[in-house]
């Protein structure tokens, strides 16, 4: 029987950097404006006044310190509040495209591989940016893979769906080596203008490269134990920007085409499906949590993360046990489990265990089982 192992991943971090302080100024700076602009309503009680943000908030709430973004200036603009990305040609690589590269080579090189050693790419992530010819057909063509690519969405979720879907090409034989990619340009999808938001998601991209375990050192990268995915509808994350938009005039340019949320119900509902769901899959496994070295976990919230460790583990877990990236990172979706991932494996030695596991909208709950080699 044909086994999968990780034998590489890759990082794509875009240099700029936003901290919690700029963020908040210029939020503040907007919220001024706004209330100068409509004071004769708000004092009329017609309107409600805009609530100022704070950067003592935002890190007590969330863990989160700073963020990289593709574009500041637009962000912190407050007249503007959204990043600058400039449109290009169909003849250049498209923005997703350069990133995914980016993150690609340096997966392949860490698994010491090329593209002629690859035969599919899944580009998954929470945002396409625009509906066809699929992303990951581009950075196929781009890195020179012969095979198959496709695109694939579920949220938060998208890298560890996606390393399902790699672990089963390669398991029946239909890929020699898969690389799933996730291109989180998070920024294009947030409302900044949302106090209860502005300073939640970041981007980065992130790329793991699967293969057939023959195909490999031996000691080399992680085997895949198992894979579990759930979903549970649930309307507490949404974003309803879609083709479809266009064909009522009424909708155009509301909040509902972002991101939205509800935190508090996330926090409460998503946390204990979590732990369960990771319980649930050792137990299947025939393991235990306290075999476990390492959790990965999605990076929204750190009280959050440390809440679903706590539950899991039955006691608190060290920082080395349950690594924080999103101090620095900020929520980058798909990517966040997959960088913590990328940047705190190398310490593991042979036959230490370990869980990628992500979770957001859909609800969605990915669960990969891994162990040293
Ligand atoms: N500054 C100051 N005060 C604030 C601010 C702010 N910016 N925002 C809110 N407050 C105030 C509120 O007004 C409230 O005041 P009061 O108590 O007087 O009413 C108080 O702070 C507490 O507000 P909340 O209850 O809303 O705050 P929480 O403690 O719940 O923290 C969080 C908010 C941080 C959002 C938290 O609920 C959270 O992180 N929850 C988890 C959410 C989560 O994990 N979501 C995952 C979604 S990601 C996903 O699936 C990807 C989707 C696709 C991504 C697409 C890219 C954009």
Redesign the pocket.
């Known amino acids: 029987m044909i086994k999968a192992v990780i034998s590489g991943t890759g990082l794509f971090t875009p240099p700029a950097i936003i901290e919690n302080d700029e963020l908040?100024e210029a939020?503040n700076q907007y919220v001024e404006l706004y209330n100068n602009e409509h004071a004769e309503e708000i004092a009329r009680g017609e309107l409600t006044a805009l609530?100022?943000?704070?950067s003592a908030?935002?890190e007590k709430?969330?863990g989160i310190k700073r963020r990289h973004v593709i574009d500041r200036e637009g962000i912190l603009d407050p007249k503007r509040m959204k990043p600058y990305i400039p449109e290009r040609s169909n003849d250049e690589p498209s923005v997703q495209c350069d990133m995914a590269v980016a993150a690609c080579k340096e997966a392949l090189e860490q698994a010491g591989k090329t593209a002629a050693d690859v035969d599919a790419v899944i580009v998954a992530c929470?945002?396409m940016q625009r509906a066809y010819p699929a992303v990951a057909i581009e950075v196929q063509e781009a890195l020179g893979i012969n095979g198959f690519a496709y695109d694939m969405n579920v949220?938060?979720?998208s890298a560890t769906f996606g390393l399902q879907a790699a672990v089963n090409s390669v398991e029946n034989g239909a890929a020699r080596a898969v690389l799933v990619v996730s291109p989180?340009i998070?920024?294009?999808?947030?409302n900044f203008r949302d106090?209860?938001?502005?300073?939640?998601?970041g981007d980065a991209c992130t790329a793991i490269l699967v293969e057939r375990e023959e195909n490999t050192q031996p000691g080399q990268g992680f085997e895949i134990l198992g894979t579990k995915l759930k979903t549970q509808f649930s309307n507490n994350?949404r974003?309803n920007f879609g083709f479809l938009n266009r064909a009522d005039d009424s909708g155009v340019g509301k909040a509902d085409k972002?991101?939205i949320?509800q935190?508090?119900k996330?926090?409460k509902e998503?946390s204990p499906l979590v732990a369960s769901t990771i319980q649930d899959h050792l137990a299947s496994l025939n393991l235990e949590p306290d075999n476990l070295d390492r959790m990965w976990l999605?990076q929204?919230?750190l009280?959050?993360n440390q809440l679903i460790a706590r539950k899991v583990l039955g006691r608190d877990a060290t920082e080395q046990e349950a690594p924080v990236i999103l101090d620095e990172y900020a929520?980058t979706?798909?990517a966040g489990s997959i960088i913590a991932f990328h940047k705190h494996k190398d310490d593991l030695k042979a036959g230490d265990l370990g869980v990628i596991c992500s979770?957001?909208?859909?609800y969605?709950i990915g669960s990969v089982v891994v162990r040293h080699r």
């Not at 998070?186 to 947030?190: E, V």
């Not at 106090?195 to 998601?201: A, E, G, K, L």
């Open positions: 908040v939020f609530q100022p943000s704070s908030f935002i709430a969330s929470s945002n949220a938060c979720s989180e998070c920024s294009g999808h947030l106090r209860d938001s502005h300073f939640i998601f994350i974003n972002l991101f949320q935190g508090r996330v926090f998503v999605h929204a919230n009280n959050m929520n979706s798909s979770f957001g909208a859909g969605s």
